[in-house]
């Protein structure tokens, strides 16, 4: 006999014995026992160890240094002896037990099988021979379910009852076919595999590497329980990625404390595993959220481009009631350039609006440094005013700075501009008073503005201003006091106002 046909014969050999073991032990944890049972079932227990002590010398090759022949003999002599008391005590057992029928009759099973095969070994090389039964229906999971994968119906009905005593669910598979079928179900909720090696179809070591390559199920962890008792087996197994291994029949005790650890291991890993699925979820948020602020950004950049910086800041923060009209005391300053109609009416257009162009690069920046709500432009002239929509300290501080900056870079400008034959320069009138401000439109296009006296005002008053000029009404003046260079220009009577108005020409500010 080759050894591998050896191999194959220890392990059938150890298939009725693990039965009777693994039966005997669960019959003594029956309340209903009585001390003739638990004799009967104590020595069919220590039968059934001493036969599988004596499995790994049946025939023997010869490979550890003793005659394979005689070895052999002696152990076969030897196991014949105690299957026939293991017959003659199940026997008994079935006469006068009032122990569950079932298992008796499942002790008595296994004896008859193991007396077959000892008497086969008397005769003849062992022919291999299975029979798988029907695959029992998967049990409803429980939180911690088991997946016991034999061939033998007997030893999964062991192994299942033992399992089940000791808090687990418990789902069957008869071959590693539907092992593999077991596994894919989405909802098996299957926490461990309890794998068998040999079996028909596909054998234990073919599931484990299928096991291994198939992310959605490697993260079960997998105990080959086995009668294989070769190390390169074991080796291979362990290789192969199980996490244990047991030998049949199993040790109870040793059984709890490897299914335990392993379902330790598992939830660890599961936890692990659900640790960093939420990361990455958060993570994914996070790219997400920053995405949004990106784009947020990027919109308001454009934004900014159009409508005055203050307006979206404000619907930034989530303000956009303050944009509905309401009442607010404002500075208003005017600007625009003087000899600019004329300008346009001779000059081509490309040359106009590099005036503007150029214009507007100059004091644009000074409007955002001070605060200014840029209102409007008004072809060669634009307004501007201060302390709405958000309020500003100093409004007619800020706004008289504004205008002479306006002021000085125009009149730079003006330099340049007259060389290339355009005589332009500014004028600009500043004002204080109460105003209605909000957002004016249609749906689709709206405008930010304010509209009142001191809003004609303003403007009247940019009307007379003379190139170079900012005037400035009294009561901007009065509100800086001392800190401000100006000369009276006179009361002058302006349109759409009901007396004559004093306005002041600033110089400069202290």
């Given at each position: 006999m080759t050894p591998e046909?050896?191999?194959?014969?220890?392990?059938?050999?150890?298939?009725?014995?693990?039965?009777?073991i693994g039966y005997a032990e669960l019959l003594l944890e029956e309340d209903e026992a009585d001390e003739a049972d638990i004799e009967a079932l104590e020595a069919v227990r220590a039968r059934a160890?001493?036969?599988?002590?004596?499995?790994?010398?049946?025939?023997?090759?010869?490979?550890?240094?003793?005659?394979?022949a005689d070895a052999s003999a002696g152990s076969v002599t030897a196991l014949v002896d105690r299957v026939a008391q293991l017959e003659s005590l199940t026997a008994g057992l079935a006469a006068t037990s009032s122990l569950p029928a079932a298992d008796i009759e499942r002790l008595s099973v296994a004896a008859a099988r193991l007396g077959s095969l000892a008497g086969r070994l008397t005769d003849g090389p062992l022919l291999v021979q299975r029979d798988a039964g029907d695959a029992a229906a998967p049990m409803p999971g429980r939180l911690e379910t088991v997946l016991v994968v034999d061939d033998d119906e007997a030893n999964r009905n062991v192994l299942g009852r033992r399992l089940a005593k000791l808090g687990y669910g418990i789902v069957e598979a008869r071959d590693g076919v539907e092992a593999l079928e077991r596994l894919a179900q989405p909802d098996a909720g299957i926490d461990l595999v309890l794998l068998?090696?040999?079996?028909?179809?596909?054998?234990?070591?073919?599931v484990l590497e299928r096991h291994r390559a198939d992310p959605s199920i490697r993260h079960i962890p997998v105990i080959m329980i086995s009668a294989l008792d070769d190390m390169a087996s074991i080796v291979r197994c362990i290789e192969a990625g199980a996490e244990d291994y047991l030998p049949k029949p199993f040790d109870p005790v040793l059984l709890k404390a490897r299914v335990a650890a392993c379902m330790e291991k598992k939830r660890l890993r599961d936890a692990e595993r659900d640790l960093l699925a939420q990361v990455a979820a958060w993570n994914a948020e996070l790219e997400q959220r920053v995405a949004e602020q990106v784009q947020e950004v990027e919109r308001f950049s454009v934004m900014r481009r159009f409508v005055p910086p203050q307006l979206v800041d404000v619907l930034a923060a989530g303000g956009a009631a303050m944009l509905q009209s309401h009442r607010a005391e404002i500075t208003v300053l005017f600007c625009d350039l003087r000899g600019f109609t004329s300008f346009a009416e001779r000059s081509e257009p490309e040359d106009v609006m590099a005036v503007l162009r150029e214009m507007h690069d100059a004091?644009?920046?000074?409007?955002?440094?001070?605060?200014?709500?840029?209102?409007?432009f008004t072809g060669d002239g634009m307004m501007v005013f201060f302390n709405d929509p958000i309020p500003c300290v100093g409004p007619e501080r800020r706004a008289v700075i504004l205008g002479l900056a306006m002021r000085d870079r125009t009149e730079r400008l003006a330099e340049e501009w007259k060389r290339r034959g355009h005589d332009l320069r500014l004028g600009v009138g500043i004002a204080t008073g109460y105003a209605t401000c909000g957002q004016i439109g249609f749906e689709g296009r709206f405008e930010y503005t304010a509209i009142g006296t001191v809003v004609n005002l303003a403007a009247r008053l940019c009307g007379q201003a003379q190139g170079g000029e900012v005037l400035a009404a009294e009561r901007v003046v009065a509100a800086l006091g001392d800190s401000v260079v100006s000369e009276p220009a006179g009361e002058i009577e302006l349109k759409g106002m009901a007396r004559p108005v004093a306005i002041h020409r600033v110089e400069a500010l202290t």
């Open positions: 046909e050896a191999r194959e014969l220890r392990h059938e050999l150890r298939t009725p014995v693990n039965h009777l160890r001493e036969v599988l002590e004596l499995v790994p010398g049946l025939l023997g090759d010869g490979t550890d240094g003793t005659d394979g068998d090696v040999m079996m028909p179809r596909l054998d234990g070591f073919a004091v644009g920046p000074v409007i955002f440094e001070q605060g200014g709500t840029l209102s409007q």
